[in-house]
């Protein structure tokens, strides 16, 4: 991680108690609603590029512990940079289907480099895309020794996509385990929602409040801030793991920018839980670019010349050969 970044994050995690109350604004769960719609309903595909950090980095023996593996087989992250590029929102109705996804279409493209016990670097290419049919694993190894495969399947359910800027926007909101609308859900439960309109200060923005709460109790199991400054952008989540022990992990939002009129996407940010010590953060590299018109053809993988497939749409396995010439 970069110097200027860590300073920022420290700053930023010294500022978050000096929290200062402002006026009011005057909004309703109605109209937020409204405002979250316009939101939801503004992007049909994305693409963006970004890195990941976890702070402080795990050692090889802690995975290996996690994973219930010697530590040989572990190999521990040194560097990494996401490309990323998703399609195709599913209509408001659909997200309520948790066998439907946010996203008919996904592509991720993960370059890093990592250690293994003896200290040798390994840097390669993973690359997964689903393109509406079929779900493309492709893995290069560059070092120490190249190689690539490639697997083929119908079934998207095992796509990993992995923590992104995208757990930080509107659209990650989520109820029971799958993602639905914060509009929808704001107008059907809005006698379980409890709107706190003071403006406070979180992470530099002014921000308003939602409550989310526990039938029959005051308690909230998740609060949402939305600026008012950013078109209502939320700029933080925060779940709760366990009331009575104040336990929560929290996704805050750190730098945002203007993507279309009225609206904002998280480029930087960091989560972290009240229990554990590590905290993971991001930081988006370049611009971010909405609505290209993407369709399912930019989601296709090509296969370097020597790549083994294993094909289970197909049932085969073969080699890709160089075209004729």
Not at 44 to 63: G, K, N, R
Not at 75 to 100: E, M, Q
Not at 140 to 158: H, L, V
Not at 173 to 188: A, D, I, M, P, V
Request: net charge negative.
């Amino acid at each position: 991680m970069t110097e200027k970044l860590r300073s920022s994050l420290a700053f930023l995690v010294l500022l978050l108690p000096f929290q200062l109350c402002a006026k009011a604004t005057a909004v309703t769960i109605d109209e937020l609603a409204g405002i979250c719609e316009k939101m939801e309903s503004a992007i049909t595909d994305i693409s963006f590029q970004f890195e990941w950090y976890v702070m402080p980095a795990p050692t090889i023996e802690q995975l290996a512990q996690e994973v219930n593996m010697p530590p040989r087989y572990v190999r521990v992250a040194k560097d990494g940079t996401y490309n990323f590029k998703v399609a195709a929102k599913v209509s408001g109705a659909g997200l309520h289907d948790p066998n439907i996804p946010l996203f008919e279409y996904l592509y991720v493209e993960d370059t890093s480099l990592s250690l293994n016990y003896l200290g040798v670097v390994h840097e390669g290419v993973l690359k997964q895309s689903y393109d509406g049919n079929a779900l493309q694993f492709l893995t290069i190894a560059k070092k120490p020794k190249a190689s690539s495969s490639a697997s083929i399947y119908k079934d998207r359910g095992t796509f990993n996509i992995g923590p992104s800027p995208l757990d930080y926007m509107l659209l990650s909101f989520r109820q029971k385990g799958y993602h639905t609308l914060l509009s929808t859900f704001l107008r059907e439960h809005k006698s379980h929602i409890r709107l706190d309109d003071t403006v406070e200060q979180i992470n530099g923005f002014n921000a308003i409040r939602l409550d989310f709460l526990i039938e029959d109790t005051d308690q909230p199991y998740m609060q949402v801030y939305l600026s008012p400054d950013y078109g209502y952008a939320p700029v933080r989540y925060k779940h709760t793991i366990n009331i009575n022990k104040g336990n929560f992990l929290t996704f805050d939002v750190h730098s945002l920018q203007k993507v279309a009129e009225g609206l904002w996407f998280p480029t930087s940010g960091m989560n972290h839980s009240t229990d554990e010590d590590e905290v993971q953060a991001f930081q988006v590299i370049g611009d971010v670019v909405i609505n290209q018109g993407l369709t399912a053809g930019d989601f296709d993988i090509e296969f370097p010349v020597g790549t083994g497939v294993d094909d289970e749409i197909q049932g085969r396995e073969y080699i890709v050969k160089a075209p004729e010439q």
